[in-house]
Nanobody, 124 residues
Framework: QVQLVESGGGLVQAGGSLRLSCAAS????????MGWFRQAPGKEREFVAA????????YYEDSVKGQLTISRDNAKNTVYLQMNSLKPEDTAVYSC?????????????????WGQGTQVTVSA
């Protein structure tokens, strides 16, 4: 059974940082492209970042470039999202996803597996 479990969310003041983790099990992690998405209240889910299975290819939504950094540790079956200079508009549920295809496709929202998400709330 495949599981993606996110952690690291919480309440942070504007300008602060958080590092989200997504621990995967039940799949050959190093074969999957991993992505992060977020969904703010009343809005559709949007792509944030993705990383190829070799971690050589990185994809970012334009609005988060320079603010968020995706990385992975295949030995730990975990993908991370480092979030800096957080703003209230970054408030959302952040979810990770796994796909056997590349980042150009996972960024459209197509993925094989999804996590349940972790809440990030940024106060002004």
């Amino acid at each position: 059974q495949v599981q993606l479990v996110e952690s690291g969310g919480g309440l942070v003041q504007a300008g602060g940082s958080l590092r989200l983790s997504c621990a995967a099990s039940g799949l050959h992690f190093s074969s999957y492209t991993m992505g992060w998405f977020r969904q703010a209240p009343g809005k559709e889910r949007e792509f944030v970042a993705a990383i190829s299975w070799t971690d050589t290819d990185l994809y970012y939504e334009d609005s988060v470039k320079g603010q968020l950094t995706i990385s992975r540790d295949n030995a730990k079956n975990t993908v991370y999202l480092q979030m800096n200079s957080l703003k209230p508009e970054d408030t959302a549920v952040y979810s990770c996803a796994a796909a056997l295809w590349g980042g150009s496709r996972i960024r459209t929202g197509e993925a094989h597996y999804w996590g349940q998400g972790t809440q990030v709330t940024v106060s002004a």
